[in-house]
């Protein structure tokens, strides 16, 4: 007898999670948005210094393959794609927070 697993209805942004589970997401925000299709995104962490101890902030500039049409200032998620120009790896998935 086989068992049947229960249907679970799921965004589309957790089908997109699961498929490409390998993927690095990372949140940040955008500090660009001039180009068409491409945003910057700046994505900060706090690590801790490797002889002192103390809490230091890094951050990272990302470009972002942008269909989603966010703006300067937004929080937005970014997940890491294929090639698409010389510095483009990464694509924005969702807007987080909309800046007002």
Do not use: N
């Not at 997109?16 to 995104?41: F, L, P």
């Not at 210094?49 to 230091?56: A, E, F």
């Not at 049409?69 to 294929?82: A, L, Q, W």
């Amino acid at each position: 007898m086989a068992e049947e697993t229960p249907q679970v209805e799921t965004t589309e942004v957790a089908e997109v999670t699961e498929e490409r589970g390998r993927r690095k997401v990372r949140r940040g925000i955008v500090t660009s948005s001039k180009m068409e299709k491409t945003a910057v995104v700046r994505v900060t962490r706090r690590v801790q210094h490797p002889l002192y101890g103390k809490v230091v902030i890094r951050s990272e500039k990302f470009k972002a393959h942008d269909l989603l049409g966010c703006d300067e200032g937004d929080t937005v998620e970014i997940m890491e794609t294929r090639p698409l120009s010389k510095e483009k790896r990464w694509r924005v998935t969702r807007i987080l927070e909309k800046v007002k």
